[in-house]
């Protein structure tokens, strides 16, 4: 077992001692012959045992030896020369905060076969320097760039809302100035203090007079119908309402009232009156188209108006006709469907006394003025783009306040026991306590007379 064991491992040993002989005898040939090819050759021996003391005869190398040793001396040679005109690299400034590698002297250098010229033209590679986080403390606030913040497509905007409000704000300053040269506030405190017994229909009437004058341009007239019985107050609220533009709109031309039976009575013709009234609406319109302001036409007792009137009428409404006929109020007061509205207030007497009937009451007269259109437009077409306006009958008490103005108006004094002795003369409907007088206040002006 020991032999064997022995064996191994001078087997294991053999080709160790056999490189370090070879790796010798290269160095030794190597060194005689890169110092000087010329000098004396220094015989190197090796032997597998133990090298003996007596140098043996110089032996002359084999050309298949030298060939090899001659080519790489030749390329060293050839190295340096390079290396020598190569010119020195581009100074580069060292980042003081990367620490400078240590270069080994004695680190290899390798061999390329790229020229100096080809090396010299590769442009040199920027470092790129790595951008720092900015980190925000948690308890601060976070704002971005001012520039960012405060951008001109930002300030565009502002500006182009600011114009925008502007001429939003002009434009509402122009309709209340054009609303405004109509005196509207006044008219209302003058209807509501002269007509009695009437404050839905004076509300309501105001309230399409104040839409329609807010703009001067329009796409067709307005046409108002006020319907109601005998003696509730339509006649006179048209003179008021022609007596209130004559005043703000500072020329009586641009006022037309219209009565048909002094205008157009019953022998005479109805075409020559509907090319008479064609003739002075007309006139109108044109003068008011020159003065930029809106003119007032009305036609009282409008339900004794010929047919072939009502198609004139009629005519002068459609939006076909050129602007000047656009920009105009018509009036109409007439008594046809008086019977309705009778019905309709003996039927809701009881609510008017009530507390919680104001909203029945509000819309019982949405459709008392949907009835009155229907009945009116089987009549005639005229009034399918008429706005209505219906006057109810008068209190007792109403017609007690028309004999006190009335009496203050031809000078006696309003006295208010003999005021109501006066209205106790009249006829009523008396219904739920309530008592509506037949005529109205149509009598107030006889019975004065004759005091």
Known sequence: MVSVDRQASGARLLPQRTRGRTREWAVCWLGAWEGDLHAKR?????????????????????????????????????????????????????DPGAAAPRVHQEQPQFFTFDGPVERASRPARKRRRRSRLVLYPETSRKFGPRAERQSRAQRCLLLLVAIVGFQVLNAIENLDDNALRYDLDGLEKTLQRAVFGQPAAVGRLVALLRDYLATHVHSRPL???????????????????????????????????????????????????????????????????????????????????????????????????????????YVLLSGAGG?????????????????????????????????????????????????????????????????RDEMAGEGFFPEQARAELLAAQLSYYRVAGREFAVTGCKQVVAAVNLL
């Not at 090899?68 to 340096?80: D, E, F, K, M, N």
């Not at 009155?372 to 089987?378: A, G, I, P």
């Not at 209505?388 to 028309?402: A, E, G, S």
């Open 339 to 403: 019977a309705e509205v009778t019905r309709f207030v003996l039927q809701n007497a009881s609510r008017a006394g009530r507390a919680d009937g104001a909203d029945e009451l509000r819309a019982a007269e949405e459709e008392l003025r949907s009835s009155l259109h229907t009945l009116l437009v089987r009549q005639h077409s005229l009034w399918e783009a008429a706005a209505i306006v219906p006057f109810l009958l008068l209190d007792k008490r109403d017609v007690v306040n028309c004999f």
């Open 42 to 94: 220094r015989p190197c021996t090796m032997d597998r045992g133990q090298s003996s003391p007596e140098p043996p005869a110089p032996v002359a190398p084999s050309p298949s030896v030298i060939a090899p040793v001659r080519a790489v001396v030749r390329l060293r040679h050839q190295v340096r020369l390079l290396r020598k005109r190569r010119p020195p690299p581009p100074a580069v400034a060292p």
């Open 223 to 329: 046409l108002l119908a006020l319907h109601g019985p005998s003696g509730v107050g339509k006649s006179h609220v048209g003179r008021l309402l022609a007596r209130h533009f004559r005043a703000v709109l500072e020329d009586g031309a641009l006022v037309l009232q219209y009565h048909a039976r002094h205008h157009c009575p019953e022998p005479r013709a109805a075409a020559g009156c509907r090319e008479e009234l064609a003739r002075r609406v007309a006139d109108v319109l044109a003068r008011a188209e020159a003065e930029e302001k809106t003119p007032l036409l009305v036609l009282d007792d409008a339900e004794l108006l010929p047919p072939a009137l009502l198609d004139e009428l009629h005519g002068l409404l459609q939006p076909q006709r050129p602007p000047r006929f656009h920009n105009a109020v």
